[in-house]
């Protein structure tokens, strides 16, 4: 989960700077959820009167008609208004008259003994159940004397209620009507088809509607965002959707060279900022016939034919270039730019130092300095420097600076937090006073040892001034990079520390550490750390290449309660890490198990142990139960 260790003893390659992947994230947050993402990337919660996006905003029942038409086969087939008033309250001009008359003529919805329709009053959950069972497919013929309890059956063990907690005669919000919708594209109809099949939706492995199927149905693009994008679109942006690196944002947030796609069918856009600066090291197989490109020793394929030519005999490209590659929707070069016109940097920690032998751009083998360090996207970079003029240390901030086809490298200062005392928002969007980018990458690094971080992790977190090591804020003023010090600890492996004793060897300054992390048994050498980190029980671990670098020390409290999200005690809850691990002790041993194992607390001595307090980032880590008898 930390960064791997690079060993570098002679590498012969182009004096460029190298990008590694990012390691991937523990304990990463979704932006968003699936079903969000699914249906609001399908339109459903489009009406004729604007999107429906305050997620606690009541449904109405003019508006679930057409959202009931949305999620049908009738999608685009049916009008707004009709040629007669239907009910006493919904005149034939009414904007949602069409659509109700759908609803009630395919079953979905009814009016009223007394005429109305009732079209502003809220949906119940009671009435959306008829509707969705309907649209499965079922009937009142299907269920005995009892309708409603019938129907209400089959919505429990079609598993229509997940995420949904309202009963029969509450009203639906629009958070409700997503997790209700996304339920019924993946609810059998009454043949036994996935419901989103039936509608022409592709399914994944899982067999759930495919979220990347549906998103490149229809896609249009790429476009390269500059002052007259808005121009090539086809449609309003007033009522679009809008996404930037899948998330949620406005068509502000968009900024020059962003790379954008959209659906005329879903009125939706969505950006893209994926962008690799470095030498091209190697066209693939020749400038004859280019179908890859290697930049910092990883491959690159081209999504068009039009941005191969730049790299062929007839562009300028050519192998030495620093370029910017701009990459599309599946990770493939969608444009690239010069030095002259994308003048770039990038920003990050030095996490190793070191001399190595390489070839020059004259082809001659030379020896040279380098570091490695990590931007605030985890990106690890390669890069070789003149030691005549420069010199650089682990824990440096450096930045390098493409422009005008020239590279240079610098030290730079740490920033510190924007303001004294700053706090995330409890909606993990703005840090204090400041707004977050939609797409902003933050990373927390603690003695080499780095994960990167969804502003989620962080809501409600107080950041002290000193563990900001870097910020950086785009165009809108919004911050786009954080680059953070020892606030998540979720650079540490968490577990249980087994054993610890001297080596028989008679080396009398390594130890032997045995521990137990995510279920799995092992050791470890290393230097002894403390008398209290080295006692028997939950601890935090960093161990990079078999050796112990470092060990935290967890702190325990009696649990009384839990559920999915805390632990609780007679005085407080402590935040649960996404990935908290369970152990039983039995018979002396730590057995894993999970969390649905502790549903009944009544025979159990339960003990959680957590690194910090929630207001500094901490999280229970580990929760070991043992039997009372």
């Known amino acids: 989960m930390g960064r791997k260790l690079i060993s570098i003893c002679i590498i012969i390659a182009t004096a460029a700077m190298v990008v590694f992947s990012p390691v991937s994230t523990k304990g990463a947050y979704a932006a968003q959820s699936e079903a969000e993402k699914v249906i609001k990337s399908l339109g459903i919660m489009k009406t004729d009167q604007g999107n429906l996006n305050e997620a606690s905003e009541t449904v109405t029942r003019a508006q679930f008609a057409q959202l009931l038409v949305n999620i049908s086969s009738y999608k685009n087939i049916t009008e707004s208004k009709t040629n007669l008033s239907l009910y006493t309250d919904v005149s034939k001009n009414h904007w949602a008259a069409g659509y109700i008359e759908r609803a009630v003529n395919n079953g979905w919805m009814s009016g009223y003994l007394n005429g109305s329709f009732r079209p502003d009053k809220g949906v119940t959950l009671q009435e959306a159940v008829k509707a969705v069972t309907t649209l499965l497919g079922y009937t009142n013929n299907d269920y005995s004397s009892n309708v409603l309890g019938g129907q209400m059956a089959l919505y429990r063990s079609q598993g229509l209620n997940k995420n949904i907690k309202k009963s029969q005669g509450q009203y639906l919000n629009v958070t409700d009507c997503i997790n209700l919708f996304y339920n019924l594209l993946n609810g059998n109809t009454k043949s036994g088809v996935v419901y989103a099949q039936s509608l022409g939706y592709s399914l994944n492995s899982d067999g759930k509607p495919d979220y990347l199927s549906i998103v490149d149905k229809g896609m249009k693009g790429p476009i390269l965002v500059d002052v007259n994008w808005k121009g090539k679109i086809p449609f309003s942006l007033k009522e679009a959707s809008f996404y930037r690196d899948g998330v949620e944002c406005t068509q502000f947030d968009y ?58 005999t007839m562009g300028d490209v050519k192998e030495g270039d620093a370029v910017t590659l701009v990459l599309g929707k599946s990770g493939k070069i969608a444009y690239v730019l010069s030095t002259y016109d994308y003048a770039s940097n990038i920003t990050g920690i030095v996490l190793e130092t070191g001399s190595h032998i390489i070839k020059n751009s004259e082809g001659n083998i030379v020896s040279s300095e380098y570091i490695v360090f990590v931007d605030a996207d985890g990106n690890e970079h390669l890069y070789d420097y003149d030691n005549r003029f420069n010199a650089f240390y682990e824990g440096d901030l450096v930045r390098i600076s493409y422009k005008d086809g020239d590279e240079s490298i610098s030290e730079i200062s740490r920033t510190g937090a924007p303001n004294a005392g700053d706090k995330f928002s409890s909606d993990g969007k703005y840090f204090g006073e400041n707004k977050l980018a939609s797409n902003v990458k933050i990373l927390d690094i603690y003695e080499n040892n780095y994960v990167s971080v969804n502003s989620k992790r962080l809501v409600n977190t107080s950041i002290h001034t000193s563990s900001v090591i870097y910020y950086e804020k785009n165009k809108q003023g919004a911050i786009s990079q954080l680059i953070l010090s020892e606030v998540t600890g979720d650079q540490f492996e968490y577990g249980i520390l087994t054993g610890f004793a001297s080596p ?126």
């Open 255 to 312: 900024n020059d060279y962003d790379l954008i796609y959209y659906s005329e069918e879903l009125e939706t856009i969505w950006g893209y900022d994926d962008k690799v600066t470095a030498s091209v090291n190697k066209i693939n197989p020749d400038k004859i016939s280019p179908q890859s490109v290697n930049m910092g020793g990883k491959e690159y394929y081209f999504e068009n034919s039009s941005v191969a030519v730049d790299f062929s």
């Open 504 to 629: 028989p060897n008679g080396q009398s300054y390594v130890f032997n550490y045995d521990y137990i992390i995510d279920g799995k048994a092992a050791s470890a050498s290393g230097e002894f750390v403390s008398a209290e980190l080295s006692e028997q029980g939950p601890k935090g671990f960093i161990i990079n290449n078999n050796q112990v670098v470092t060990l935290r020390r967890l702190y325990e409290t009696e649990v009384t309660s839990i559920d999915k999200i805390y632990v609780y005690n007679k005085d407080n809850k402590y935040p649960l890490d996404d990935n908290c691990d369970i152990y039983f002790y039995i018979n002396g041993e730590y057995i894993q198990g999970t969390i649905d194992d502790l549903e009944n607390l009544s025979n159990l001595k339960v003990s959680a142990y957590y690194d910090k307090a929630e207001v500094v980032g901490g999280r229970v880590r580990i929760i070991i139960a043992e039997n009372i008898n």
